[in-house]
């Protein structure tokens, strides 16, 4: 069974960095696509960045591009999220998710059948 965990999110002075975690169990990260989205009081879920790790490709909302980075460990299963130079606009919870029928980026969250539970960031001074 395909599980997804979420882990890093805290609470963070506007500028500051936080590192989040995904990390998956019940398949193997060698032919999926993995996203991340976030959503905030209020607002539809947003696609923030995804990674297909066919081969490492990174991808990017224009909203984060140059302030956060994707990555994945193939050892541990693990997808990151490295979130710096955070904003006020950046807190919601954040969600990753995945789909085994996926060979490219989907931007519509509706489109993924695996979530996690979620792990909130709060930027605020």
């Known amino acids: 069974q395909v599980q997804l965990v979420e882990s890093g999110g805290g609470l963070v002075q506007p500028g500051g960095s936080l590192r989040l975690s995904c990390a998956g169990s019940?398949?193997?990260?060698?032919?999926?696509?993995v996203a991340w989205f976030r959503q905030a009081p209020g607002k539809e879920r947003e696609w923030v960045s995804c990674i297909v790790t066919s081969d490492d490709s990174p991808y990017y909302a224009d909203s984060v591009k140059g302030r956060f980075a994707i990555s994945r460990d193939k050892v541990s299963e693990t997808v990151y999220l490295q979130m710096s130079s955070l904003k006020p606009e950046d807190t919601a919870v954040y969600y990753c998710?995945?789909?085994?029928?996926?060979?490219?980026?989907?931007?519509?969250?509706?489109?993924?059948?695996?979530w996690g539970q979620g792990t909130q960031v709060g930027v605020s001074s």
């Open positions: 998710a995945t789909d085994p029928r996926m060979r490219y980026c989907d931007y519509n969250w509706r489109e993924y059948a695996y």
């Open positions: 019940g398949f193997t990260l060698d032919y999926y696509v």
